[in-house]
């Protein structure tokens, strides 16, 4: 598909066989406020350099997948994220033909990713199964299944339904992997008491399942779950309360669809003081540094397909 325009940078790399992180960009325009998007963007980019990698920001700019940014579009994205759209993998099509400037969520940036032929994904948390009765599922489970893409999460955002989410991770085929953890983290704490069956505790351990899967056996869908770093980790109790809160608040003035997860995000902001923003910045740019080290030990050993 050369519909994608892939940076210099990247294209550089990926010819070369050097690592490169994907990062998503539905994260910057609608799940963190201005300007601390901004810095969190600049931030997550450097954490993967960091660690060794180059780093592809991805988002649809005037209908085009752009893979990579450069830092006016990144700014761009930050500052007025608001006229951004908020694409999923199966909006891709409709944002292209009309040459639409969108965000990029976890189903759309993994499936891009493969296209492009990049194997490691960062985000913060994924989409999955809202709680209630109100059937709202992230297509993030079932376009992750189907990308031959690793997603480097904090287990998926606290608003959800935890335990329902694991088991549509199950159900889609999503390899599940505990990053050092032998739990499901609940993104702004490590711990959700809900176990795991497999776990891995080195970037090279990572690589050789994400070879095997990938390229042996020619699966996608792998989910690492990398829990906040415990210095980083919120009071359970203290965001327990704010979620409550935030979905009483959502249930009120009845937001649904996808304008929930960023309704939700923004009023955990603004009830905890902005301590849901530090936390989500820290466990993000965890995530990076592990993916971009995953990526290292992925291109070590990886034929080139
Ligand atoms: N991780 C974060 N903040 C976010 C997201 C992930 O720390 O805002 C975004 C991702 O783009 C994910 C989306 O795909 O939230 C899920 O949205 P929905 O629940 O509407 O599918
Ligand atoms: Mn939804």
């Known amino acids: 598909m050369n519909l994608l325009a892939i940076n210099e940078e990247v294209k550089a790399a990926l010819d070369g066989g050097h690592p490169v992180v994907a990062l998503e960009s539905t994260i910057i325009a609608h799940g963190l406020p201005w300007p601390d998007n901004l810095e969190v963007a600049r931030a997550l980019e450097q954490e993967v350099r960091t660690a060794g990698a180059i780093p592809a920001t991805i988002a649809v700019v005037g209908g085009i997948p752009r893979i990579g940014l ?11 994220g608001q ?14 033909a009309r040459r639409l ?35 709202d599922v992230s297509y993030d489970l079932a376009a992750m299944a189907k990308a031959r893409v690793a997603v480097v999460s904090a287990g998926a955002k606290a608003i959800l339904d935890l335990p329902r989410t694991v088991e549509m991770l199950e159900t889609q085929g999503v390899l599940v992997l505990g990053y050092r953890t032998s739990e499901f983290p609940a993104f702004y704490s490590p711990r959700s008491g809900i176990p795991l069956e497999h776990r891995v505790d080195s970037p090279a351990e990572a690589a050789v399942v994400l070879r095997t899967r990938f390229f042996d056996l020619k699966q996608g869908g792998v989910l690492a779950c990398n829990p906040i770093p415990s210095e980083a980790a919120l009071d359970d109790g203290l965001i327990q309360a704010a ?10 003035r009845g937001v649904r669809g996808k304008a929930l997860t960023p309704f939700l995000l923004a009023e955990l902001a603004r ?8 936390a989500n910045r820290a466990l993000a740019l965890a995530n990076a540094r592990v993916a971009a080290e995953i990526a290292r030990a992925l291109c070590g050993m990886t034929p080139r397909s």
Do not use: C, N, Y
């Open 70 to 80: 450069g830092p006016e579009t990144l700014e761009g994205l930050a500052r007025h």
């Open 271 to 278: 009830t905890t003081g902005g301590a849901a923003v530090v």
């Open 83 to 96: 006229r951004f759209g908020k694409a999923g993998a199966s909006d891709l099509a409709v944002a292209m």
């Open 243 to 252: 979620i409550d809160q935030a979905l009483h608040e959502a249930g009120e």
């Open 101 to 135: 400037d969108a965000a990029t969520t976890v189903s759309a940036t993994a499936f891009l990713a493969d296209r492009a032929g990049i194997r490691l994904f960062a985000t913060g948390g994924i989409g999955g199964v809202h709680r209630g009765d109100t059937g």
